[in-house]
């Protein structure tokens, strides 16, 4: 037993020195870090706001508003503070966030005054030529292939399908059950939509699988990019 004890006191002693340097040496990173993020950003007219700690930012706030179905509040709260356009670091990147009715009119009217640029995350699982990276003329071309199908003209042809779709989902989620989640039930239908009407895709297996690559692609994209076994990213 006085082994023991000998040994733990022993083992104790010889820890605490390493893991006083370890905090200092953090504590140092994360001052060094601050600093030189500070001196990078002064003279920049840039909005208020607070990018959080070093690399995560606020991701993990901002993620577990997400799977709260808290992402309106989250943007909200910083809205009341910093006003309708404020700064923040998600994922690995500095990011402006506008809203309301006048941040989407300069928007979608900047032409090519606004450069795209995602997260990190999403621009390495989506990739360089997906339509969330493209600009100017590119971009153009695609979104206005895609809107095609918004018009109410073509909006009109494919109610009937649409209708069917939603009933036959409906149905067969609520098979032997008492009550569905709704939020899983409205993305599933929404895909299943998509896949039917802009790629012709019937029911089967290839959808499911489809849509069961989509969703673990989707939450790798709002994850912190560590290409580490086990992370949503590395999984996406």
Sequence with gaps: MELLQGFLST?????????VTVFVTLGAFYRGYAKFKTASLQG??????????????????????????????WVERRI?????????????SHVVI?????????????????????????????????????????????????????KPDNLQKYVVQMNSIVKQQMLQEL????????????????????????????????KDILFHDSDIAITGSWALPLDIPGTPFRKA
């Design 44 to 73: 920049r007219n840039l909005p208020p706001g607070s990018l959080g700690f070093p690399v995560i930012g606020e991701s993990i706030g901002f993620v577990s508003a997400m799977k709260k179905n808290n992402r309106r509040e």
């Design 11 to 19: 083992t104790f002693e010889f820890q605490l020195p390493f893991l």
């Design 80 to 92: 009341r503070k910093y006003g309708p356009l404020f700064k923040t670091s998600l994922m690995g």
């Design 175 to 206: 098979q032997g059950k008492d009550s569905v989640q709704f939020v899983p039930l409205i993305k599933k239908v929404t895909f299943d939509i998509s896949c039917s009407i802009l790629f012709g895709l019937p029911e089967g297996m290839e």
């Design 98 to 150: 506008l809203t309301g009715q006048a941040g989407n009119k300069l928007i979608f009217s900047a032409n090519d005054a606004i450069r795209s640029n995602q997260t990190m995350s999403t621009a390495a699982i989506f990739g360089k030529h997906s339509i969330f990276e493209l600009e100017g003329s590119r971009h153009k071309l695609l979104r206005s292939v895609m809107m095609n199908y918004l």
